[in-house]
Structures are given as C-alpha cells and as structure tokens.
C-alpha cells in the first residue's frame, strides 16, 4: 500500500519563501533546489515554470515535496526534497512580479534555455525578435503583462523597485558563458528601450552572480514513478531522476543574503570564467558532439554513444584541442569523470534531448574553441568534426552558424574532410 506524497515526508513544515526562480523543470529540482533543501537553513522557494503549467500543477498537488532518484551505475537512492514551497505557472506574471517584489526574497534563480534568452549571437536583446518587441511595447506602455522570460523578470524587478524593497541577487543557472554578466547587459537593454526608471535604478536594485552549473538529469519516465513507489511507499507524480556527481561554482554579491549552498559542496570563487568553459567545452561540448555524431551512427543515448569507439575518440580529440585554453583545473580527472558519468547505463540521457536548439549551443561549447585553435596556428579538426556532424544529423549550414569559420579556408577544408569521414564506414565497420 502507498500513500501520496507531501509535506509530511519532509517534517510537515514548510519554510518561508525566502528565493524565487523562473523555469521550474527537472533540471531546477536536481540542482538549485536539491543544493537549498541540503543547505538546511529554512530558505523556501516559489518556483514558475517557463510557459506549460503541468510541472506546477504537478508539485503544487504534493505541497511541492518531490523525490530525487540518484541513479548510479549500480543502485537508486531516494530522497525527498522539500525547498520548493509554492509552484506556480509561469503565465501567472503578477504572481510572479509581487513575489519578486516580497521584501523577504533576497535571490532570483533562473534556469532558461540558451535559446529562451532571446538574445543576439552577440550576447544583446534581439530586438527584431516578436515576442521581445511585443513584450516592450506592453512594458512601455503598461498595456499587458510580458510573455518571454526576461521580460517577466523585468516586470518583476519594475515591482520591487516600485515596492522600495531592498537589493535582489538574479542568478542565472544555464549555460550561457558570462551568464550572470549576459543578463545584467540584456536586462539594462531591456529596460533602456521600454522602462528608464528602471534602468537608472538596476545597478543598485540587484547584483547579477555568474554560475556554473553541471549535473546530469534526464527525463523522467514512467518506470521511474513505479519504482519510487517501491522504494518509499510513497506515490510521486513527479520524481526527479539524476546523476550522484552534481557541481555548482558561483562568482558574485548575494546583497541580501543566501542559503549555505556550500554546505552542499557549492563553491564560491572571483573568476568564474575558467570553471564555465571548462564545464561548458568539455561537458556541453562533448554532449553536443555525441547528440550529432551518435545520432548519425544509430544510437540513441549518450551511453550508448560513448561506448562506440569512433564517437569516443572524437570526444577525445575534442578535449585534446579545447584543454590547450583551460588552467589547470584538474582537467585529467575531470576527463575521467566524464566519461565515468557519460558511461553510466543507467542514466537514459537521450541524444535527441540534447540536440534540441543545437545550432544556438554550438555556438557556445565548439565555436570559441575552433577560434582560439585557429588563432594558435591549428586547424581545429577536432571542432570541425563536431560542427559536421551537426550539418550532416540536421541539415544545418557551417555559414549560418559560424560565419567566420565558413570563411577561413583552413576550417573550411578540415570541416569539408570530416564531413567526407562522416559518410565512410570504418576499416573495421567495412569488413563486417
């Protein structure tokens, strides 16, 4: 016999709303908030999905109490997790401004996909983008309320400066290099085009905290629900399902506060920028490559890929040219990790997952790295090999993605000569 989950599983008392974040999905649930319930100093979260209300829904029916399934190579271990206070839908905007607005609230989450920012290759508001001109002309002149991400927040922080509440700390959890940094900027943006008050006033309404974020979470599927329930005896609609490895590095001012997100192994340092291309070129870009490679080659997750030799040694050769442009950061090991984790068979990571909204990735886990060989004299195949892949899986054009590299006549020719290996069987796949 199971009994439906709630509060009751985590003690029955819920903490005070003290953070709130924006993209309420698995990933939220197995790293910022599994890191705040771990944190154990009572900071509750009221978390807003980004459009689809079914995850608030969800969790709203369960007080907000989910499990998380560490997944390892060999065994589950369930947990229930307890900092999510409030879920809500993401179209509810005033609910989501006035809580923003809550002077208790001291950190603004985030976890929006590359894509969702809405911004330009460059890193700025695409203006030419409807949704975010829409947004600004309702912001401007107070005609609606905002449907893109960052025009919920905006209206958001409007409120609290309205409010006079005190200063925030928005803290962006996605994979955007400079993150922190890329949202102050398409914020002040944001504001300068549709709400000036605003814009004079951020730089003393919120600090903006560049992470780096890196844990493994796959979709979860029915079987996970059924075994949840044998293990706990507990009925969970929406169980979380993860990888045990899980890292956070955040770089910045928390004006108001924060949870002791150390505690749970964060780690605080002044110069983000290595640990987030490290994290960035080595993980995302690997994921990136074997979501393009692997496909082509007839496999469906990133284990499966991974134990195929010729899609491995890409991932090496991959990591061979981007370690040329990282510190020291214990790069063997974090290597060996990899693909401990990539490994893993339990960890159903579906390649098609991963390819979503790929041409935008690419631009940020292979692009930098093709540069920076090419800079140094190299002909960045490795890079090459990755962004052919992607052209070959997607229909995808070099041109359209990395003008620069389409037009350098070295890239050019070692993106031509992998695209040409992609098509050939190997010797030993030849003589089968």
């Not at 409030?86 to 809550?102: H, I, L, Q, Y």
Request: charged fraction near 25%; aromatic fraction near 6%; glycine fraction near 8%.
């Amino acid at each position: 016999m199971t009994t439906p989950l709630d509060r009751t599983a985590v003690g029955g008392t819920a903490p005070d709303v003290r953070m709130v974040h924006l993209g309420l999905g698995a990933f939220h649930r197995s790293h910022q908030a599994w890191y705040t319930a771990k944190a154990g100093d009572g900071w509750g979260i009221a978390a807003y999905t980004g459009r689809r209300p079914d995850a608030a829904h969800l969790l709203a029916a369960q007080d907000g109490v989910y499990t998380l399934v560490e997944r390892g190579a060999a065994s589950d271990r369930c947990e229930p997790i307890g900092s999510i206070v409030r879920a809500v839908p993401g179209d509810d905007v005033e609910d989501f401004a006035a809580t923003v607005a809550d002077p208790a609230v001291a950190v603004l989450t985030m976890t929006i996909t590359e894509a969702g920012h809405r911004l330009t290759p460059q890193g700025e508001p695409d203006f030419d983008d409807p949704e975010t001109a829409a947004d600004l002309r309702m912001l401007r002149d107070a005609t609606g309320l905002p449907r893109t991400a960052l025009g919920r927040v905006l209206y958001g922080l409007d409120r609290r400066r309205r409010d006079g509440a005190p200063p925030i700390a928005v803290v962006p959890c996605d994979n955007l290099p400079g993150n922190g940094e890329t949202v102050r900027r398409a914020l002040t943006g944001l504001a300068e085009a549709a709400l000036p008050a605003l814009a004079a006033a951020l730089p003393d309404l919120a600090s903006f905290v560049s992470t780096s974020v890196d844990r493994i979470t796959p979709r979860t599927a029915k079987a996970d629900l059924d075994l949840v329930r044998r293990a706990t005896g507990r009925s969970d609609r929406t169980p979380v399902v993860a990888e045990p490895f899980s890292d956070w590095v955040l770089s910045g001012e928390f004006p108001s506060g924060r949870p002791a997100w150390e505690r749970a192994g964060a780690r605080f340092s002044a110069d983000i920028a290595p640990w987030e291309a490290r994290k960035l070129w080595l993980l995302n870009g690997a994921h990136s490559l074997l979501a393009a490679s692997g496909t082509l080659r007839g496999h469906a997750t990133v284990a499966e890929a991974v134990a195929d030799p010729v899609c491995r040694n890409q991932v090496e050769a991959l990591w061979d040219e981007a370690v040329r442009h990282l510190p020291d950061l214990g790069l063997q090991e974090y290597r060996g990790a990899l693909l401990e984790r990539f490994a893993n068979p339990r960890i159903e990571h579906r390649l098609a997952q991963i390819a979503e909204d790929a041409d935008t990735k690419l631009r940020m886990r292979i692009a930098p790295v093709a540069r920076l060989e090419r800079e140094a004299g190299r002909s960045a195949a490795a890079c090459a090999t990755a962004l052919a892949a992607w052209s070959r899986a997607t229909g995808g054009w070099l041109d359209d993605l990395a003008p620069d590299l389409a037009a350098d006549p070295v890239f050019r020719t070692a993106y031509a000569d992998a695209a040409e290996t992609l098509t050939r069987p190997t010797t030993q796949e030849s003589h089968r």
